[in-house]
């Protein structure tokens, strides 16, 4: 079973800054997807960037942009200019390649708060 | 751009009522999927369900609950006796398959058992 770790509950910043979201996870798979989404206060989910794990090149989605470290099992998230309408809690997600079924696994979620 | 539709977006039951939780997927998609958070906790998977049946189930996905697509387009989620631990955010969410894409969640049912 897959598992994923995000280390830090809550982190903040002030606008403009950058900041790093850490997650990790452990699999024995070796073919995967990575995903960071985001749950604002609305409480939806929207997903902010993807990787695929057969990928060496880094993700990038305007601002956001992720670390990839495959060896390290380590899939940060790094937020450029930070906005305020980027308050909101962040989910490191895991996804096996492969199968009929797409199942997403969830880390703990970090609360990030951009402040002005 | 299209969405998945949830409704209720907030619904409150006595303990042991049935509830029905329901879910408009976007009209392509062909995997459907129920997750649900408690409130402060990470979000769990609760089933997936494809070409008309269920293909992944997790264990909170008990006996109690059930999913339909009743009509082509509806997708529920029914909880036959609720207890006050079903207390959560409820999200459907949908994919057309590519896995590296994602899904698309709806926007969520809150539902409160009291």
């Known amino acids: 079973a897959q598992t994923v770790t995000q280390s830090q509950p809550e982190m903040s910043v002030q606008e403009a800054e950058t900041v790093t979201l850490s997650c990790t996870y452990d699999?024995?798979?070796?073919?995967?997807?990575l995903f960071w989404y985001k749950q604002p206060p609305s409480r939806q989910m929207i997903l902010v960037i993807r990787?695929?794990?057969?990928?060496?090149q880094n993700a990038t989605e305007n601002r956001f942009s992720v670390n990839f470290q495959k060896a390290a099992k380590s899939f940060s998230l790094k937020i450029s200019d930070s906005q305020l309408g980027d308050t909101a809690m962040y989910f490191c997600?895991?996804?096996?390649?492969?199968?009929?079924?797409?199942?997403?696994?969830f880390g703990k979620g970090t609360l990030l708060t951009v402040n002005p | 751009e299209p969405e998945v539709t949830q409704t209720p977006s907030h619904q409150v039951t006595q303990m042991g009522q049935e509830v029905i939780l329901r879910c408009v997927p976007i009209?392509?998609?062909?995997?459907f999927y129920w997750y649900r958070q408690i409130l402060g906790q990470k979000v769990e998977f609760l089933v997936s369900?494809?070409?008309?049946?269920?293909?992944?189930k997790s264990e909170i996905f008990d006996d109690q609950f059930s999913v339909e697509r009743p009509d082509g387009s509806n997708f529920t989620l029914k909880i036959r006796s609720t207890k006050l631990e079903d207390s959560a955010m409820y999200f459907c969410?949908?994919?057309?398959?590519?896995?590296?894409?994602?899904?698309?969640f709806g926007s969520g049912t809150r539902l409160t058992v009291v």
């Open positions: 969410a949908s994919s057309r398959g590519n896995q590296g894409y994602g899904y698309t």
């Open positions: 699999t024995s798979e070796s073919n995967y997807y």
């Open positions: 990787q695929e794990a057969y990928k060496q």
């Open positions: 997600a895991f996804m096996k390649e492969g199968g009929s079924n797409y199942k997403l696994t």
């Open positions: 009209s392509n998609h062909l995997y």
């Open positions: 369900f494809y070409n008309n049946e269920i293909s992944e």
